[in-house]
């Protein structure tokens, strides 16, 4: 008869050889006779963890410690189990109770270590690890663990210090690697973070930590092929793990695949039906596509689940539909985003980590024609109070400034790749770096040397510095540059520069249009504008001081692009008439533009007007058309027509190059496009808004000397563009003029760095006197 620990070993056995289905199936029919077996208990709950049955594993190890509790193997297994189901608080008590048994064994103390880690008790944990190496100073996996928890408090030295030395005892310890990818990740190393990350999955490809740096250094490149597959990758891995679910959300967000980041969420969903989390971004996701009642819907749901939580309520506050239904619709959009904060303002208790929670900025405020100066103001007042981790001061600002050395003066964006903001200001930033006068730094999230040719600023001749999509790395990462003046080439584009904005990172802070609306934040003390683009009531529209610059701070080079020879058919141009061709993002475009739609069309019975599909969200271009069908004419309605979005420059200057007159649209009109259009000599038609974002069309016209493509009034807006279009003598005599004058625009970027560097100078007390202060 064989007896219990000879049952005991044999599973053992078993166990060692891989078979663990053979291990449980011995475990159970022996626990048949010897029931008050501990050791065939524990041996049971080891075999079903190998097969991830963690549930039953946690009851047949409890049922271990229940019948022999001085034993510290259990209470180790017990916990080891409880920590794979992510259930940390109770690992660490049964690792503390171990350690009550046996407190010189160093894996007990690095198991205690690791729960505390993943708990995110990061002190304790740090003590813990010390505890083992103290017991065993040759200890790899505790010395990378070790420097893994420096890194998540930010001190990055003594991170690298300890991975270093878990690398020089064992230079195949996959983790350490991978670890050691994470601190250069943070300082903004790509080169050699990619290194690592590869290192650490030549020795173990399936190191998921591995493949989630990775993935996020080849968005800090702009790889989103790569990136995407890395996440991709890091479910397949983990196919039960939310959290590696969520990770490859944010990568698709990155990406702008907003349609794979709806249908990961939906596997989220799938799995845990109750989570909050996954609800809030689902509706936060379908109001970016477009789907409004879907969004409400799945807010809804978020809202039900956790009714206490502030970031669903501020979230669900500031949704605003992406394509305006009608002028009502905006009123009421609002009036509600209003209500909803002055009622948040009011609440209790903190957003911890406002970049998790999903918060962002009031994107699409700026397209309702609308003062936001108030309603801006007042949604940061909101943040500031319910995200204390926003706000940060860097260390020298107590400090007085240093005589000794250059003013210092930084410059950050997250597009300085080929995007509309680099194209405006790349030039301006670069021009500064070579006056010699300041210390320039561009600043980024996106690696400008990895991007080559990719980016804007490919010959910055100033500092760089990369900072990682983290809030609390970046605050610190810039606030170590120790800045004078800290520029925002935007804010409102994208979440984080909206989020890092609330920090005081530099003695002076101000924005520029590259998102021309105010932020609402006290923290930025000045908004760069126009002398020509603003009106006369423009300090009533920011809560930053208004800085009217002749330059306008910025400068556009002239496109080298050379349009294509392609015809009206080859483009899908309609082959007859005149085309009015509208070519902006289809948020631009008011309800109010409509009117001016219907009645160019009717005013020129074979004239088009052509708009571009919208190129992320296909739902976009089916709410504008629904629109159209509702406020044109039906009459007139086929004649308003859709190309797909074109990404060939070439091309696009061609279509430009082949209408009549470009539409200018109210009251968030034309941008940088104004510069294609000047290349190739195709007038726009304009009608000057209240605010600055309407008002860049009529800077195009004084720059050009084309007065005459102003309309007086919206009424006498279609009549100026139909005769634009239609009177061939006046279309010649524009084209050749915007030919004559379009070096006006194509002036070069060192007005605006002298009008930037007059700032700068100004501003941090070191103008001269025959420097003008900014108006």
């Given at each position: 008869m064989s007896t219990v620990s000879n049952i005991v070993a044999q599973v053992a056995a078993l166990q060692t050889s891989g078979r663990f289905m053979e291990a449980e199936r011995l475990c159970r029919s022996s626990l048949v006779q010897f029931s008050t077996s501990a050791a065939l208990w524990d041996q049971l709950g080891v075999a079903l963890m190998r097969l991830s049955g963690l549930a039953e594993s946690i009851k047949a190890f409890e049922n271990a410690v229940r019948l022999e509790a001085e034993n510290h193997i259990y209470h180790t297994n017990l916990g080891s189990a409880f920590a794979s189901a992510e259930r940390y608080d109770e690992a660490t008590v049964c690792f503390r109770r171990a350690l009550g048994l046996k407190s010189s064994v160093p894996e007990l103390h690095y198991n205690l270590a690791n729960a505390l880690k993943d708990s995110g008790k990061f002190e304790e944990a740090i003590s813990s690890y010390q505890k083992a190496l103290q017991l065993r100073s040759s200890y790899p996996a505790a010395w990378s663990n070790l420097g893994a928890t420096y890194i998540k408090l930010g001190n990055l030295d003594s991170g690298e210090h300890a991975i270093k030395r878990a690398i020089s005892?064992?230079?195949?310890?996959?983790?350490?690697?991978?670890?050691?990818?994470?601190?250069?990740?943070?300082?903004?190393?790509?080169?050699?973070?990619?290194?690592?990350?590869?290192?650490?999955?030549?020795?173990?490809?399936?190191?998921?930590?591995?493949?989630?740096?990775?993935?996020?250094?080849?968005?800090?490149?702009?790889?989103?092929?790569?990136?995407?597959?890395?996440?991709?990758?890091?479910?397949?891995?983990?196919?039960?793990?939310?959290?590696?679910?969520?990770?490859?959300?944010?990568?698709?967000?990155?990406?702008?695949?907003?349609?794979?980041?709806?249908?990961?969420?939906?596997?989220?969903?799938a799995i845990a039906p109750k989570d909050a989390k996954a609800w809030c971004m689902l509706a936060i996701t379908e109001s970016q596509r477009g789907y409004e009642a879907a969004s409400h819907e799945a807010f809804s749901h978020a809202v039900a689940l956790d009714e206490t939580s502030l970031s669903l309520r501020i979230r669900r506050a500031q949704l605003i539909p992406p394509v305006s239904e009608s002028v009502t619709q905006i009123s009421e959009v609002r009036r509600r985003i209003e209500s909803d904060f002055d009622g948040l303002h009011t609440r209790s208790g903190i957003v911890e980590d406002p970049q998790n929670e999903q918060?962002?900025?009031?994107?699409?405020?700026?397209?309702?024609?609308?003062?936001?100066?108030?309603?801006?103001?007042?949604?940061?007042?909101?943040?500031?109070?319910?995200?204390?981790?926003?706000?940060?001061?860097?260390?020298?600002?107590?400090?007085?400034?240093?005589?000794?050395?250059?003013?210092?003066?930084?410059?950050?964006?997250?597009?300085?790749?080929?995007?509309?903001?680099?194209?405006?200001?790349?030039?301006?930033?670069?021009?500064?770096?070579?006056?010699?006068?300041?210390?320039?730094?561009?600043?980024?999230?996106?690696?400008?040397?990895?991007?080559?040719?990719?980016?804007?600023?490919?010959?910055?001749?100033?500092?760089?510095?990369?900072?990682?999509?983290?809030?609390?790395?970046?605050?610190?990462?810039?606030?170590s540059l120790e800045l004078d003046v800290l520029i925002y080439l935007d804010i409102g584009m994208d979440a984080f520069s909206y989020l890092l904005a609330f920090s005081k990172l530099a003695r002076v802070q101000a924005v520029t249009g590259g998102h021309p609306d105010t932020t609402g934040i006290d923290t930025i003390d000045y908004f760069l504008s126009s002398v020509g683009g603003e009106p006369a009531d423009g300090d009533d529209h920011y809560s930053e001081k208004l800085v009217r610059m002749p330059s306008g701070g910025f400068s556009f080079a002239r496109p080298t692009t050379v349009p294509s020879a392609k015809s009206r058919g080859d483009l899908g141009l309609p082959l007859d008439g005149a085309i009015y061709l509208c070519p902006m993002m289809l948020q631009k475009l008011h309800p109010d533009f409509d009117q001016a739609v219907d009645t160019i069309l009717r005013l020129d019975a074979g004239g088009r007007v052509v708009f571009f599909e919208s190129p992320q969200h296909t739902h976009w271009t089916t709410l504008l058309k629904e629109r159209l069908d509702r406020n044109l004419n039906p009459v007139v309605r086929d004649r308003a027509v859709f190309l797909p979005w074109i990404t060939d420059r070439a091309d696009f200057l061609r279509i430009i190059e082949l209408s009549d007159v470009v539409l200018d649209p109210?009251?968030?009109?034309?941008?940088?496009?104004?510069?294609?259009?000047?290349?190739?000599?195709?007038?726009?038609?304009?009608?000057?808004?209240?605010?600055?974002?309407?008002?860049?069309?009529?800077?195009?016209?004084?720059?050009?000397?084309?007065?005459?493509?102003?309309?007086?009034?919206?009424?006498?807006?279609?009549?100026?563009?139909?005769?634009?279009?239609?009177?061939?003598?006046?279309?010649?005599?524009?084209?050749?003029?915007?030919?004559?004058?379009?070096?006006?625009?194509?002036r070069g970027p060192q007005p605006a760095a002298d009008d930037i560097a007059a700032f700068v100078l100004h501003v941090a007390g070191a103008s001269p006197s025959s420097i003008p202060q900014p108006v």
């Open positions: 005892l064992n230079p195949q310890l996959a983790s350490a690697y991978g670890n050691l990818a994470s601190v250069d990740l943070y300082r903004g190393n790509l080169k050699a973070c990619i290194e690592s990350c590869g290192r650490a999955l030549t020795i173990n490809p399936a190191l998921v930590d591995a493949y989630r740096t990775y993935g996020t250094a080849m968005l800090a490149s702009l790889n989103f092929p790569e990136a995407l597959a890395a996440f991709d990758k890091l479910v397949t891995l983990r196919p039960d793990d939310l959290h590696a679910r969520y990770e490859q959300a944010n990568a698709q967000i990155a990406a702008g695949d907003f349609d794979g980041v709806a249908t990961t969420l939906r596997s989220i969903l918060l962002a900025p009031n994107f699409f405020l700026a397209y309702h024609a609308s003062n936001n100066r108030a309603l801006q103001i007042k949604i940061a007042n909101v943040y500031r109070k319910l995200c204390p981790a926003l706000t940060y001061v860097a260390d020298h600002l107590p400090i007085s400034r240093p005589t000794d050395r250059k003013l210092r003066v930084g410059f950050f964006s997250r597009f300085i790749y080929k995007h509309s903001v680099s194209f405006a200001y790349s030039d301006v930033v670069r021009a500064l770096a070579e006056r010699g006068d300041l210390d320039v730094l561009l600043i980024s999230t996106i690696d400008h040397e990895v991007l080559g040719d990719g980016s804007d600023f490919k010959d910055f001749k100033g500092g760089l510095a990369r900072v990682p999509m983290h809030l609390q790395y970046a605050q610190r990462a810039i606030g109210f009251h968030f009109g034309i941008g940088t496009t104004g510069a294609f259009t000047t290349v190739v000599a195709t007038p726009i038609v304009t009608w000057p808004g209240e605010f600055l974002r309407g008002r860049v069309g009529k800077m195009l016209c004084d720059l050009l000397d084309t007065p005459e493509c102003i309309a007086t009034s919206r009424e006498t807006y279609p009549e100026l563009a139909v005769r634009i279009a239609r009177d061939l003598d006046f279309n010649r005599l524009l084209r050749d003029r915007i030919l004559s004058n379009g070096s006006n625009l194509f």
